[in-house]
Nanobody, 123 residues
């Protein structure tokens, strides 16, 4: 499995960005896709997760109501729409695949990672 993430950039506070993560290789309905982020000097933190076959979405409290995850099954691609961005959203964002459904918020449960894409939100 390989992940290709893109879509980061520089945006002013209040603006929007959309990240995408394309998955190639063999996937299973039970797979979980997650997004994590890591700001300088901080630990990697959970942002959002979704079941690969659809279904429930899980959001960190810090992004709930502002970020939306979606999936295009035909393209094997997951999107992270980020609205009303804040300076504290500045981080490298990573997509991750094949996590544990019960521990979707724990980065160590994911077996595959994208290369990371930098999101910078200016105040």
């Amino acid at each position: 499995v390989q992940l290709q993430a893109c879509g980061g950039g520089l945006v002013q506070a209040g603006g929007s960005l959309r990240l995408s993560c394309a998955v190639s290789g063999r996937t299973f309905r039970s797979d979980v896709m997650g997004w994590f982020r890591q700001a300088p000097g901080k630990e990697r933190e959970f942002v959002v997760a979704i079941g690969w076959s659809g279904g429930r979405e899980y959001y960190a409290d810090s992004v709930k109501g502002r970020f939306t995850i979606s999936r295009d099954s035909a393209k094997n691609t997951v999107y992270l729409q980020m609205n009303t961005l804040k300076p504290e959203d500045t981080a490298v964002y990573y997509c991750a695949f094949r996590g544990d459904k019960s521990y979707y918020y724990r980065y160590e449960t994911y077996g595959y990672w994208g290369q990371g894409t930098l999101v910078t939100v200016s105040s």
